[in-house]
C-alpha cells in the first residue's frame, strides 16, 4: 500500500467511528430530551386541571372553617334558646355563617386561578427550554454533517496529491507549482 494512502484510511476510519459513536449520543440526548418533554406535559396536566379545592392547604382551611362553623351553630343554638331569640334571627345567623364560608371558597377559588397561572408559566419556561435543547442538538447535527463533508473532501484532495506526487504532510491549501519546475512542489 503506498503510504499516502495509510493517512487517508486512518482519517476516514476514525471518520466513520465518530459518526457512530457521536449517533448514538445524540440518539440518547434526543431520547432524554422526549422523556423530559413527556414529563413536563403529565406535570401540566395534573397541576393544571387539578380541582383547586382538593389541594391539601385548601383541604385544611375548609375543615378548619367547617369545624368553626359547627361549633359556632352549636353555640348559636343554646344561646337561641337560653335568649329566647326568633327563628328569623337564628336563620340570619347562619346565613352570615354560610356568607363567611362561601367567601372563604370564593377566595380559594381566586388563589386557584393564581396557582393555575404560575403552572402555566413554569410549563411555558420548561417547553422553552427544552425547545432549545432540541435546536441545539439540531444544529450539533449540521456541525458534525459539514464536518464530515469537510473531512471527506480533506481525503480526497490529499488522496488526490499523493498521486500527483506531492510530499506527505502537505495539505491541498498550502500547495503552489514552482515555476518552470514541472512536478516539483513546494509549500508555501
Do not use: C
Not at 46 to 56: A, E, F, G, V
Not at 127 to 147: C, D, E, H, P, T
Not at 149 to 165: E, F, K, P, Q
Amino acid at each position: 500500500m503506498p503510504a499516502f494512502l495509510i493517512p487517508m484510511a486512518i482519517g476516514g476510519a476514525s471518520s466513520i467511528i465518530g459518526s457512530i459513536l457521536g449517533g448514538s449520543a445524540r440518539k440518547a440526548q434526543e431520547k432524554m430530551i422526549n422523556a423530559e418533554s413527556k414529563r413536563n406535559d403529565d406535570m401540566f396536566r395534573n397541576d393544571y386541571y387539578k380541582n383547586q379545592l382538593d389541594r391539601t392547604e385548601n383541604l385544611a382551611a375548609l375543615q378548619k372553617a367547617h369545624k368553626y362553623l359547627k361549633e359556632r351553630a352549636g353555640i348559636d343554638a343554646k344561646t337561641a334558646a337560653v335568649t329566647g331569640a326568633t327563628p328569623e334571627a337564628v336563620a340570619a345567623n347562619r346565613k352570615a355563617n354560610m356568607s363567611s364560608y362561601s367567601d372563604l371558597i370564593g377566595n380559594i377559588a381566586a388563589q386557584g386561578s393564581a396557582v393555575r397561572d404560575r403552572i402555566r408559566d413554569r410549563y411555558e419556561a420548561n417547553r422553552s427550554n427544552i425547545f432549545n435543547m432540541r435546536n441545539g442538538l439540531a444544529a450539533n447535527k449540521v456541525q458534525q454533517y459539514g464536518n464530515l463533508v469537510s473531512n471527506g473532501i480533506g481525503l480526497a484532495a490529499n488522496s488526490a496529491m499523493g498521486m500527483a506526487g506531492v510530499p506527505a504532510g502537505t495539505t491541498a491549501g498550502t500547495v503552489a507549482k514552482t515555476a518552470g519546475k514541472p512536478m516539483e512542489w513546494t509549500v508555501v
